[in-house]
């Protein structure tokens, strides 16, 4: 690792959140391609930093470098490889520091493990994104691709940039936006030209729900048979809210983000802070005399009425609700084998197979018959 101060301030709880999130998901994404045995992959990081922060935590690309490295065996078994896209660049400055450090963090990094070099190959580029993202468009477009969007500010927030991921076939990004400065600013101009919200509308909901209310309304812009989908995790500092948002189009790269997502907060899979008042479930109301119930009760009280009414009929049906609703197939499997053991539905076997195993890859159809 570099010695010289690589950041003013060390990284932030939630920024390490975030950073997680990112690490989490690239040892998840990459071995997917690597098995297909898919030549090149590529790695998109438009704001890479300097690679670590004051206190020598690792940053984006040095995480990403660490799990490519620690699955080196599978690519050089599979013969792929990795081409990774590094920018940092700092506007109105003429000597370009944290570039500089993120070279130098990068290559010592590749230095003490040199076998990697024969797996990545790293294009640092020191440009304002608006300029670089039209070039590398093509390639993005081209490849499997990780691309990875996390700028300070509102500037790149620009719907323009995610409706061009929204074109490519094989691409899953992860973006960052700092949601709270919407609620604050979001009807100024300075926002709109960038990222037009209704902030009439986001505002109808809590504060705390700024990010989620922003995704809302960039769902709803996607085109009418788009394959994308779009999920929140929002990161709470202070009063704060930010938010990564995730997007794919594939349902085994939906199902690994909420497999990470629910694994870093199993009561709600969508922050990390109690946004849903999870703590205020078990506590009895003091006029109706009843709890309150969870967003994972909620969901399955649904799951429960969709299949008893007939709207849902079999795994597929109901594994692809459940990631399109932000759960998981094994919320909906709780609700089906229930209903099976009251002897409401029936179906063969005595496992639901509500995964992405049994749904896509090795389709298993399982019919739920209604018996009462």
Not at 9 to 35: N, R, S
Not at 64 to 71: I, M, P, R, V, Y
Not at 108 to 128: A, S, T, W
Not at 245 to 260: E, M, Q, Y
Request: net charge positive; aromatic share 14%; proline share 4%.
């Amino acid at each position: 690792m570099a010695s010289i101060n690589l950041h003013d301030k060390p990284f932030t709880e939630e920024t390490i959140t975030k950073l997680e999130i990112f690490e989490d998901y690239a040892q998840a994404w990459l071995p997917t391609f690597v098995m297909q045995k898919t030549p090149l992959l590529c790695v998109f990081d438009f704001f890479a930093g300097t690679g670590y922060d004051k206190s020598g935590v690792a940053g984006s690309p040095i995480r990403l470098l660490e799990k490519t490295n620690e699955q080196l065996g599978i690519f050089f078994a599979n013969k792929v490889k990795v081409q990774v896209y590094l920018n940092e660049f700092e506007p109105n400055k003429k000597k370009q520091e944290k570039f500089d450090l993120l070279k130098l963090s990068c290559e010592e990094y590749l230095n003490k493990f040199p076998r990697l070099r024969h797996i990545v190959k790293i294009e640092y580029r020191n440009e304002d994104f608006e300029t670089l993202f039209p070039k590398l468009l093509p390639t993005i477009k081209k490849y499997p691709a990780l691309v990875y969007l996390d700028q300070n500010g509102i500037k790149f927030t620009s719907d323009k940039y995610f409706l061009e991921l929204e074109k490519t076939s094989q691409t899953d990004f992860l973006y960052f936006i700092s949601s709270s400065y919407f609620w604050r600013f979001g009807d100024q101009e300075e926002f709109k030209t960038n990222l037009d919200i209704n902030m009439a509308e986001a505002k109808k909901n809590p504060y705390k729900f700024i990010h989620n209310s922003i995704i809302e309304q960039l769902r709803k812009r996607l085109p009418l048979n788009s394959k994308l989908r779009l999920y929140p995790f929002s990161l709470k500092k202070s009063n704060n809210i930010h938010g990564i948002i995730f997007g794919a189009s594939h349902p085994r790269a939906v199902d690994k983000f909420l497999t990470i997502a629910w694994d870093r907060n199993d009561t709600n899979g969508q922050a990390n802070f109690d946004i849903f008042d999870h703590a205020l479930v078990n506590q009895i109301d003091l006029f109706s005399g009843t709890r309150g119930k969870s967003r994972i009760e909620v969901f399955q009280e649904d799951v429960k009425n969709k299949i008893l009414k007939g709207e849902i009929t079999d795994n597929f049906q109901l594994y692809d609700y459940s990631i399109n609703e932000g759960f998981l197939g094994r919320h909906s499997m709780e609700v089906v084998k229930k209903l099976k053991k009251d002897k409401l539905i029936d179906y063969i076997g005595s496992w639901p197979l509500i995964n992405y195993q049994n749904v896509y890859k090795q389709p298993k159809r399982l019919i739920f018959t209604i018996t009462k």
